[in-house]
């Protein structure tokens, strides 16, 4: 099981922290995603982090700005996200890799055990 938090409304060129507690199955043997959805697009990976930390991946559209990373005390995963732009308005998804010790990557079919998801809006 996956629950994110964090999300909420944040002016263009505001900051915004994710958190991805992930409980149910063992963290340290999985990679952990983020993805991202608008209504009426496909989900789409915005960054990733092998189950060692070690490893990580992001889509072109937020390298640079947006930062993974992973606390192994607290099993969880954060997203780190700045200068945030109305583009990157969206509902925000974590996931666990299907399989053990791979490196990460940014395809949804390679994820499962989704969480609810948090909004992410970002407006003046």
């Known amino acids: 099981q996956l629950m994110e938090a964090g999300g909420g409304l944040v002016q263009p060129g505001g900051s915004l922290t994710l958190s991805c507690a992930v409980s149910g199955f063992t963290f340290d043997y999985y990679a952990i995603g983020w993805f991202r959805q608008v209504p009426g697009k496909e989900r789409e990976g915005v960054a990733c982090?092998?189950?060692?930390?070690?490893?990580?991946n992001y889509a072109d559209a937020v390298k640079g700005r947006f930062t993974i990373s992973r606390d192994k005390a607290k099993s969880t995963v954060y997203l780190q996200m700045n200068s945030l732009t109305p583009e990157d308005t969206a509902v925000y998804y974590c996931?666990?890799?299907?399989?053990?010790?791979?490196?990460?990557?940014?395809?949804?079919?390679?994820?499962?055990?989704w969480g609810q998801g948090t909004q992410v809006t970002v407006s003046s």
């Open positions: 982090i092998n189950n060692s930390g070690y490893i990580t």
């Open positions: 996931a666990g890799d299907t399989k053990l010790y791979r490196s990460c990557n940014l395809w949804t079919s390679s994820y499962a055990s």
